[in-house]
């Protein structure tokens, strides 16, 4: 049964078919309209969500499908202690496929392992978020026309940012990648990823604390939220949440195509005053996100009925 837990899980050829039909929905929604009629679509949601749950539900719904779901663990028998394993088989039973968001970095692969219907990563601790990263690479496509020979940047929480992970990871894959990383000394990207990915794939990069320094190069600034869930204490929260703030005067030496992302929810990684700058498309990447999950809910329930 094919799922989508890591970004990986799907070839190039397949993130360039994925993009082709979210655009294609996005000037034909009435062609989709009834493509999922009589599929369920479960969204079992161990962790708060706005963007990544609505935006499902609203893609299986435009499809013509319906929803079930929970949208907290203490909403369902996890908080009675059961496994994700038996979530999954039981799932399996009333619907034909699986959003999954959890705290436990792996729980959504264990759900593929144990499911009998495609598992789709809604997020999984500080791990990976691929379907974010389908929303990122839309909006790119999108924005720069391709994903060649940009110059990204990655500022904030690099450390327990999913999906900086994932965006980075799918990324690697394209020639003329350059990569930049901001962040604060204790909130730099895993070792392990820049060894495994970028290492790996030659791509070059380099490390800064300094966001302004950095701006005249970059062709996307991909901002992040510093994630309190995941910090094991308080004070060092406080001590870095402000790192970044994007404000208007900090984009002065930006290039003038510059495109400003952030996967959202933001608290004050950028200005309110930044919002209607052309070059800011955070909310943008929003609307990708509900095109770019129809056309993944479509491909992964049709490759499980071959
Ligand atoms: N980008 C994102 O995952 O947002 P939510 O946490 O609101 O789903």
Redesign the pocket.
Known sequence: MRSLIDILDFTVDELNELIATANDIIDNPDKYCEKCKRKKLATLFFE??????LSFEAAMIELGGSVIGFSAANNSSAAKGESVADTAKTISCYADIIAM?HPKEGAPLVAAQNATIPVIN??DGGHN?PT?TLADLLTIQREKGGFENLTVGFCGDLKFGR?VHSLITALSRYSGIKVVLISPEELKLPSYIKKDVLKKNSIPYKQTTDLESVMPELDILYMTRVQRERFFNEEDYLRLKDSYILEPKKLTKAKKDLCIMH???RVNEISVAVDNDPRACYFKQVLN?KYIRMALILKLLEEAEK
């Open positions: 708060p969500s706005t963007r990544t749950r968001r809604a997020g978020h974010q999906t996967p959202l929810p996100g």
